[in-house]
């Protein structure tokens, strides 16, 4: 697989996992507002990613995707974010 392949793959992933997750706290809680900020940083990062991507630039394409999904993975491990039917695509508590 190439680099441009394994960038063009994350950030399909990460689009895919940017659709399911929701924040988890109700909007009254404080921490919703942390939730929020969590979705923007992966779209933040997303938005980058595609920015490299467009520009042949795939390793820094990479690098800004994985940020991006490591907001939602973060997030949904520390349950800020919620994954409703899909917990699959994040890391567990073993």
Same mark, same amino acid.
């Given at each position: ?61 990479? +690098? ?9 993975? +973060? ?7 919620? +994954? ?11």
């Amino acid at each position: 697989m190439t680099l441009e392949d394994r960038a063009k793959r994350y950030i399909e992933m990460t689009e895919n996992a940017l659709r399911i997750v929701k924040v988890a706290p109700s909007e009254e809680s404080l921490l919703y507002k942390g939730g929020k900020d969590f979705i923007e940083m992966c779209r933040n990062y997303l938005n980058d990613s595609k920015y490299f991507f467009e520009k042949r630039d795939y390793e820094n394409s990479l +690098a800004a995707s994985s940020y991006a999904y490591a907001w939602l993975d +973060a997030g949904v491990r520390i349950g800020i974010l919620s +994954a409703p039917g899909d917990y699959k695509r994040f890391t567990q508590y073993s």
